[in-house]
């Protein structure tokens, strides 16, 4: 069912852009030939040249919460798209409607619009990249680690955090967004 497969996308890379705090350039990147899969993680090895670094290693851990656990939610999109992909679709992320190739990075930031729009976000003031800093910022709340935050990111620099990406939100606003954004199923 188209739906059901674009609410599976659309949950996908915005959880993908909210716990990593990568760029839509980065998700893009995602292959599933450089995809390893075990039992309670998935890997991503990116070997194209991103914005900041050559080569980039996603690793992703089981999470408690069935819905929200990442490497669940690749595995049903792997196993649910399996059908549709061509031979040479490597990419992690393909269209839901036909002929079903790996979809752009325009696309991708699309998707992450769209489901903040229908999360209730200004997506005239709040743009896909903006997941960035709404991710690295509550990390930060959360304490976790500057230099944790910087190599989640690929940032060099704690300048770079701190001057374009560190937002204080109100901590309502963020948990309500959280639970309208992940509430997609």
């Not at 079903?100 to 005239?124: C, F, K, N, Q, Y």
Request: charged share 25%; aromatic share 8%; with cysteine.
């Amino acid at each position: 069912d188209t739906t059901k497969l674009k609410q599976l996308s659309h949950k996908l890379v915005m959880l993908l852009a909210l716990i990593t705090g990568q760029r839509a350039q980065t998700l893009h990147a995602l292959n599933t030939g450089d995809m390893f899969v075990g039992e309670e993680e998935v890997t991503f090895y990116i070997h194209t040249p991103l914005k900041t670094v050559d080569r980039l290693e996603l690793k992703f851990s089981v999470y408690k919460d069935a819905n929200l656990c990442i490497v669940r939610l690749i595995k049903d999109y792997v196993n649910r798209t399996q059908m549709i992909r061509s031979t040479h679709a490597g990419q992690l992320l393909i269209s839901y409607v036909q002929p079903h190739g790996p979809v752009s990075r325009d696309t991708v930031r699309r998707w992450i619009l769209e489901t903040m729009r229908l999360a209730g976000v200004d997506t005239s003031r709040f743009k896909a990249h903006s997941t960035r800093a709404a991710s690295t910022s509550a990390a930060l709340r959360k304490q976790v680690p500057v230099q944790d935050i910087m190599k989640a990111a690929s940032w060099r620099r704690e300048s770079t955090f701190t001057r374009f990406y560190r937002k204080d939100v109100e901590e309502q606003n963020v948990v309500q967004y959280a639970h309208r954004v992940l509430d997609l199923d």
